[in-house]
């Protein structure tokens, strides 16, 4: 018997309040005595789930003990409720759990999709032995706006990244095959990266053709790779809140994404339709969301309406069955009926951790090396200085709810376990620095100044980092800026002041050891922007797949325009999409492409575009062969660059690789606003490089 026959059967023996129990997800925060009420309310069926939080916009830490009752609360279901039906735990594991790996944002900028998916297998497995089942993981929202502080969670401005992030989550967390480890989750469906002026939950214009060319993307992705769930968004779009949008909760995400799971609302987002003023009241809230095609409620104060809603003739009972078929089916897959607890009790954390430090290597983007200071040498005599020498908490960015600070190496002391002669030094001045030629500045932005509900109105570097950088250039002194953020700063106040810049980001537990690694080279920097980084907060929204404009002035690629963007900035960004310099040097050459005159048909079967790319420095690299396409006609103006293959991989000193890629109409095409997919007659532009910046180009012809 398969899936769907067996959740019919299932439901076949249910009673309409079991099946309006499976739609609530229960939160320990709604009841005045917690964990006894929540074992009652599991005991009554009143629900399908339960989130495992202390609080419910946890983002920052999360002292809970909860999980240690998920046994208990399981048994009482599987044993003691009306219908038997094992529940659902869910918990933000969204870069780690004990283990913390970098954020999502900065993961996005190791380009290393299959480390991206080891990553969190492992991380998976450490919720598992927590009895956590399920995660509101990946979050897959496109933002272009670093002002917002869940940009740290998202993959970053580009569609393709956001593919490939939402395989590899989805996959390391579920796996391939039934039954799946654990449910992962598709957040935040759809839009929310666009939150107007960078404002938390706020509202979100976007055309059909963006959504469905930018937008839908990396959630088609997830569905392709069978994600289990998906989460709906805060924010309306056009006018239409998410949350109770026929259209998008519907006719997109299944009609045309063709997810199959089930669709939770994000906190409280059911019962602030009220508050968006498409609902009246909380029970119409219920009915508008569940017509719509959400499933479960996060938080059980809305849902409980529906009975009367049914009553009333404004729900039906099949929509019901609908929603609670989808959340049965899942608890299917996840082989709970045969297993509902836990298999997992211990994990090894010392290879989680040795992942964990390879990620956070490969994350750090090396934005500055001049006359290649970098990398240190390890014997030398370096003065070590900034906010952020010795914190551990920062280097873990927010989202991260169970980690272990006893795993932390801080920045200072990963460096001085290797630099011997490096000394710490908090006051500035000649006379301390006199025998120093060379500082490393450990700058960067507090973790919980990033993530939910941590917007801010400008990105720069802080005025206090800026100074210590002005005084330690004053003093005629080597500047190596070390910096641990979640979001990009605006760097250009001391961009020409230091002599280096490493972004280690918010790069987990293992920032510490990782940064050591890249300063005195024992892992050479291979990271690439995810984002774009603006010169100033004034330029956001910056982004490299922009469309040409009519006038001269496609100001991303060059400051040498008839029309400038702006009287008081260059146009172009501090850095831009694909960025990051390494220990060693790469050249291009004897890019091809199997076809530069072919048909349709010819495109369906595949056009392969290579290109051989040398190591010529002095030290074994890895490197991000980056492709890239440009539609340069077509009947809707399309971007001047767009993504669409990567490969990463080591190229030893003196040798040469040549890579391959393929492009397909699946590559070449794009949807109409009406949402028909088309492919062109014309040309195209192919660009293989090492960054969105490249020339490297062959044009080719669709005839
Ligand atoms: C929060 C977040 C969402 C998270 C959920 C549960 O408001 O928007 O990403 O998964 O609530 O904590």
């Keep these: 018997m398969n899936i769907k026959e067996r959740a019919r059967e299932i439901l076949a023996g249910m009673t309409l309040e079991e099946k309006l129990g499976q739609l609530n997800m229960l939160y320990i925060g709604m009841y005045d005595n917690g964990i006894d009420e929540l074992k009652k309310a599991v005991r009554a069926g009143d629900g399908g789930s339960v989130i495992i939080a202390g609080s419910i916009v946890p983002g920052d830490g999360d002292d809970t003990e909860l999980h240690k009752e998920i046994a208990e609360l399981q048994r009482i279901a599987v044993e003691e409720s009306p219908s038997k039906i094992p529940l659902l735990f869910g918990r933000d594991v969204i870069h780690g759990h004990k283990v913390v790996n970098p954020i999502p944002l900065a993961m996005s900028a190791s380009f290393n999709f299959d480390l991206i998916k080891e990553a969190y297998a492992e991380t998976g497995e450490e919720a598992m032995c927590d009895g956590i089942n399920w995660t509101f993981a990946p979050m897959l929202d496109m933002a272009r706006d670093p002002r917002w502080g869940r940009v740290i969670e998202c993959p970053g401005e580009d569609p393709y990244v956001g593919t490939k992030v939402a395989k590899a989550v989805v996959e390391g967390f579920q796996g391939t095959e ?15 990266g666009a939150s107007e002026g960078g404002r938390d939950y706020h509202r979100a214009e976007i055309s059909d053709y963006s959504l469905r060319n930018y937008y839908t993307k990396a959630f088609k992705s997830a569905a392709d790779a069978n994600v289990l769930t998906v989460m709906n968004s805060f924010n309306e779009i056009n006018g239409q809140p998410t949350t109770s949008s026929k259209y998008y909760l519907t006719d997109i995400l299944r009609g045309e994404l063709g997810f199959d799971g089930f669709v939770v609302s994000d906190a409280g987002a059911v ?11 909380y029970k119409d809230a219920a009915g508008l969301a569940l017509n719509a095609g959400l499933d479960m409620e996060m938080n059980r104060l809305c849902f409980p309406n529906l009975r009367e809603l049914i009553d009333e003739g404004k729900v039906t009972v099949e929509t019901v069955d609908t929603a609670a078929l989808r959340i049965i089916e899942t608890k299917l897959k996840l082989g709970l009926f045969e297993n509902p607890y836990s298999q997992h009790s211990t994990f090894d954390l010392n290879k989680h951790l040795e992942t964990s430090r390879k990620l956070a290597g490969e994350s750090v983007v090396l934005l500055k090396n001049k006359d290649n200071i970098l990398p240190l040498d390890k014997e030398a005599k370096i003065a070590l200085t900034g906010p952020f020498l010795h914190t551990k908490r920062d280097l873990l960015g927010c989202w991260t709810l169970d980690f272990d600070l006893d795993y932390v190496t801080t920045i200072g002391d990963a460096i ?14 000649q006379y301390d620095l006199k025998n120093y030629d060379t500082v490393v500045a450990v700058l960067g932005e507090a973790f919980d100044i990033t993530g ?19 005084t330690l250039k004053r003093l005629g002194k080597k ?21 280096a810049i490493v972004y280690v980001w918010h790069g987990g537990t293992q920032t510490g050891l990782a940064a050591a690694d890249v300063l005195f080279g024992d892992v050479c920097p291979s990271g690439r922007l995810p984002i774009t980084f603006p010169r100033v907060t004034g ?14 002035c496609n100001g991303y690629y060059s400051d040498d325009l008839q029309w400038t963007n702006y009287e008081d900035c260059l146009s172009t960004p501090l850095y831009p999409f694909g960025y990051g310099l390494s220990y060693t040097e790469f050249e291009y050459s004897d890019m091809t492409v199997s076809k530069e005159k072919f048909t349709l048909d010819e495109l369906k079967n595949g056009i392969k575009a290579s290109v051989t ?3 010529t420095g002095n030290r ?18 399309r971007p001047l660059k767009e993504l669409k293959g990567t490969e990463k991989l080591l190229i030893e000193i003196g040798k040469a690789v040549t890579v391959h890629f393929e492009l397909t109409d699946k590559d070449l095409g794009y949807f109409t606003p009406h949402g028909e997919y088309i492919v062109e007659e014309g040309e195209f532009e192919i660009f293989i490089g090492h960054d969105s910046y490249t020339e490297n180009k062959i044009t080719v012809e669709l005839f």
């Design 539 to 552: 330029q956001i929204p910056i982004f490299y797949n922009c469309p040409p404009s009519g006038r001269l």
């Design 452 to 470: 939910e509900a941590h917007s801010v109105t400008d990105i720069s570097i802080s005025k206090a980092q800026a100074e210590e950088i002005h």
């Design 271 to 281: 019962h602030q339709l009220t508050r968006q003023g498409v609902a009246k009241d």
């Design 613 to 615: 790319v040398s190591n």
């Design 620 to 637: 074994d690299a890895k490197e991000v062969v980056q492709l890239y396409i440009r539609d340069l006609k077509a009947s809707y103006t």
């Design 416 to 429: 001085k376990a290797v630099a011997p002669n490096a000394t710490e030094f908090t006051a500035l001045r």
């Design 178 to 192: 039934m039954p799946y480890k654990m449910a992962a989750c598709a957040k935040h469906y759809i839009g929310y």
């Design 479 to 499: 500047i190596i800026a070390v910096i641990s953020a979640g979001r990009p700063l605006a760097l250009s106040e001391i961009e020409e002041e230091v002599d």
